[in-house]
């Protein structure tokens, strides 16, 4: 592991190690789904319950980089929050917060968006994505430079672990690229090279409709997903009507290779269970999907409902999630302000101010 530099660290002094921390965060663009349930939620509250220190944000300032409804916003952020706090998270035990409430990540985001590259930036994935078939031209600077303040949003906390998904990996090694190019630039040992947490059976859940698309919010069709808002009778009438195939469960998870859909229900439904893919197949070996899908459904229902009536709970105060927010953030940024007045002081920023 490498160590962190002291505030005089420029100036030879001994670095101590980094504290291990977990830092993730959600977009707050619309309403969660079962995929950031398994893919995240359920993740974060494992690590929570393992002693590490875990900062957990709505990033409403990614959400920007394309234009949002105010109103909205604001209310898929207490939204987002509120689900975080449903699924489990504890916000005495962790740090729950929106970004836009602690000023130091646009800070060092500016500071990274001088240490990145133009053509770091223009080869991200998700770049491409968005603007494939579109006038690239037209879109926002801050989308373009989206991976850069998700560096910050990681490194502003010292972070040593990142949970993401595959499709957010090649952020993760962007943030990893620009704590090296500091590093480097300014000789010092000061950020973390962070690590990826891709872990579980379903952290990538795919579409109920299409088992070779991810999950998403963003998908025209409302039967493709399960929201974390549907009650309990809306969650089985989708999990009976999602796409399979006419072939009874295999003997191996092997079998499942070329059946996506099919893949798809017995990786929700391992995950949903704290069950091994292996495992479950053993225990539905040569079932057809008549008898899988109330299952699946009957465990769904188990298992999100109470998210959904906790979530129903929350939403109804929203100034009690404006307060959680308010002090996630004020702790939040008792970490995050100290890390930023070394990066100045790195840097040869003039902070001193009179009186």
Same mark, same amino acid.
């Given at each position: 592991?490498?160590?962190?530099?002291?505030? &005089?660290?420029?100036?030879?002094?001994?670095?101590?190690?980094?504290?291990?921390?977990?830092?993730?965060?959600?977009? %707050?663009?619309?309403?969660?789904?079962?995929?950031?349930?398994?893919?995240?939620?359920?993740?974060?509250?494992?690590?929570?319950?393992?002693?590490?220190?875990?900062?957990?944000?709505?990033?409403?300032?990614?959400?920007?980089?394309?234009?949002?409804?105010?109103?909205?916003?604001?209310?898929?952020?207490?939204?987002?929050?509120?689900?975080?706090?449903?699924?489990?998270?504890?916000?005495?035990?962790?740090?729950?917060?929106?970004?836009?409430?602690?000023?130091?990540?646009?800070?060092?985001?500016?500071?990274?968006?001088?240490?990145?590259?133009?053509?770091?930036?223009?080869?991200?994935?998700?770049?491409? &994505?968005?603007?494939?078939?579109?006038?690239?031209?037209?879109?926002?600077?801050?989308?373009?430079?989206?991976?850069?303040?998700?560096?910050?949003?990681? =490194?502003?906390?010292?972070?040593?672990?990142?949970?993401?998904?595959?499709?957010?990996?090649?952020?993760?090694?962007?943030?990893?690229?620009?704590?090296?190019?500091?590093?480097?630039?300014?000789?010092?040992?000061?950020? @973390?090279?962070?690590? @990826?947490?891709?872990?579980?059976?379903?952290?990538?859940?795919?579409?109920?409709?299409?088992?070779?698309?991810?999950?998403?919010?963003?998908? @025209?069709?409302?039967?493709?997903?399960?929201?974390?808002?549907?009650?309990?009778?809306?969650?089985?009438?989708?999990?009976?009507?999602?796409?399979?195939?006419?072939?009874?469960?295999?003997?191996?998870?092997?079998?499942?290779?070329?059946?996506?859909?099919?893949?798809?229900?017995?990786?929700?439904?391992?995950?949903?269970?704290?069950?091994?893919?292996?495992?479950?197949?053993?225990?539905?070996?040569?079932?057809?999907?008549?008898?899988?899908? %109330?299952?699946?459904?009957? =465990?769904?229902?188990?298992? =999100?409902?109470?998210?959904?009536?906790?979530?129903?709970?929350?939403?109804?105060?929203?100034?009690?999630?404006?307060?959680? =927010?308010? &002090?996630?953030?004020?702790?939040?940024?008792?970490?995050?302000? %100290?890390?930023?007045?070394?990066?100045?002081?790195?840097?040869?920023?003039?902070?001193?101010?009179?009186?």
């Amino acid at each position: 592991m490498s160590s962190a530099a002291s505030p &005089d660290q420029v100036g030879g002094q001994t670095p101590t190690p980094f504290k291990p921390r977990i830092f993730s965060g959600i977009q %707050p663009s619309g309403g969660l789904t079962l995929g950031n349930y398994l893919g995240a939620l359920k993740r974060f509250v494992e690590k929570q319950d393992e002693g590490i220190e875990t900062i957990y944000c709505m990033v409403d300032m990614h959400a920007i980089t394309t234009w949002q409804d105010p109103v909205k916003l604001r209310q898929q952020t207490r939204e987002g929050a509120a689900a975080f706090i449903a699924a489990g998270i504890d916000p005495k035990r962790s740090i729950l917060f929106n970004q836009s409430q602690v000023g130091a990540h646009a800070e060092l985001g500016w500071i990274f968006n001088c240490v990145a590259r133009m053509g770091w930036m223009s080869r991200m994935t998700q770049w491409k &994505d968005k603007t494939a078939g579109k006038n690239a031209e037209a879109e926002s600077l801050g989308l373009f430079a989206y991976p850069s303040l998700m560096a910050a949003d990681i =490194l502003l906390y010292h972070a040593t672990m990142v949970p993401v998904g595959e499709d957010q990996k090649q952020h993760l090694e962007l943030c990893r690229d620009i704590a090296i190019k500091f590093n480097h630039d300014y000789k010092v040992d000061f950020f @973390p090279v962070v690590e @990826p947490l891709i872990e579980g059976v379903a952290t990538r859940v795919m579409s109920l409709r299409d088992g070779t698309k991810k999950m998403s919010k963003s998908d @025209p069709s409302d039967q493709s997903r399960i929201n974390l808002t549907d009650d309990a009778d809306t969650i089985a009438a989708k999990i009976r009507k999602a796409k399979t195939d006419s072939l009874p469960l295999p003997e191996t998870a092997a079998e499942l290779k070329d059946r996506p859909e099919a893949r798809n229900l017995v990786n929700i439904y391992a995950a949903l269970a704290g069950h091994s893919l292996d495992q479950v197949i053993r225990d539905f070996a040569g079932a057809q999907f008549g008898t899988f899908k %109330p299952a699946l459904a009957d =465990l769904a229902v188990a298992k =999100l409902s109470p998210i959904t009536h906790e979530m129903n709970r929350l939403m109804a105060d929203p100034g009690e999630i404006d307060r959680i =927010l308010g &002090d996630g953030a004020d702790r939040a940024d008792a970490i995050a302000r %100290p890390i930023l007045d070394q990066v100045y002081d790195i840097t040869g920023m003039i902070r001193s101010r009179p009186g």
